[in-house]
């Protein structure tokens, strides 16, 4: 059994977006062989996916895209269904209506399941909890907790790599820059909820988030320049 892990190979859960683009980058420099994946859960803007697909084409990353479209019909939200819109401030007592019950428990889940049948320990994802807009499965004590459960269902020693939990959008950026990938991030990632490519809309919470940590990366990184 030991034989067939591979240590040279890591598996991204991969959305398109800033966060997981970077992260893609990240495990690029780190790993041999990346493989990353994406979730169809039926969201508004096929153009996630359609990014997605690009970025992994032209860097040369091994791309697949799996169905989860019962996501969509279990726990309805402001990503999926068109009758809902998406909410311009996040709410001060409740999760906002673009947080998808269960989503990071299943992605990582099902991207935990596909890397054992290649012999592959190493899952990455982007979740952060230091800009986590309320998500609860964007906190580490929730990833530990998975990675025990993961662990113990398949029998098998995981390691969710999370580059980016203990960093703001801000230094999200610098690590893009570091990495040498900051203008593929800037320009050919989708990260805003009104799927507008690059700086997006510049309304809704994800765009907000984004440049302001850009204009915060500009201030605190590259003012000498
Ligand atoms: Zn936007």
Redesign the pocket.
């Known amino acids: 059994m030991q034989d067939l892990i591979n240590k040279e190979k890591a598996v991204v859960v991969f959305s398109g977006g800033q966060d997981s683009t970077t992260c893609l980058f990240w495990a690029k420099k780190r790993y041999e062989e990346v493989v990353a994946v994406s979730f169809d859960y039926g969201q508004k803007h096929k153009l996630e996916l359609d990014c997605a697909k690009d970025i992994c084409k032209k860097y040369g990353v091994e791309h697949h895209i799996l169905d989860m479209g019962l996501l969509n019909q279990l726990a309805p939200n402001s990503l999926t269904r068109v009758d809902i819109d998406v909410d311009k401030e996040v709410p001060k007592d409740a999760l906002p209506n673009t947080f998808v019950d269960g989503r990071n428990l299943l992605f990582l889940t099902f991207a935990a399941v596909f890397a054992k049948q290649r012999g592959i320990t190493n899952v990455v994802t982007g979740v952060s909890q230091s800009d986590f807009s309320g998500y609860p499965d964007c906190r580490d004590v929730f990833v530990k907790s998975l990675n025990v459960t993961l662990n113990l269902s398949m029998d098998y020693q995981f390691v969710i790599e999370t580059p980016l939990m203990w960093i703001d959008k801000a230094e999200t950026w610098k690590l893009a820059d570091d990495l040498g990938v900051l203008d593929i991030v800037k320009n050919e990632t989708l990260?805003?909820?009104?799927?507008?490519k690059g700086n997006?809309?510049?309304?809704?919470?994800?765009?907000?988030l984004r440049k302001n940590g850009y204009l915060k990366y500009k201030k605190e990184f590259k003012s000498g320049e």
């Open positions: 990260t805003c909820y009104n799927g507008i997006g809309c510049g309304e809704c919470p994800a765009c907000k």
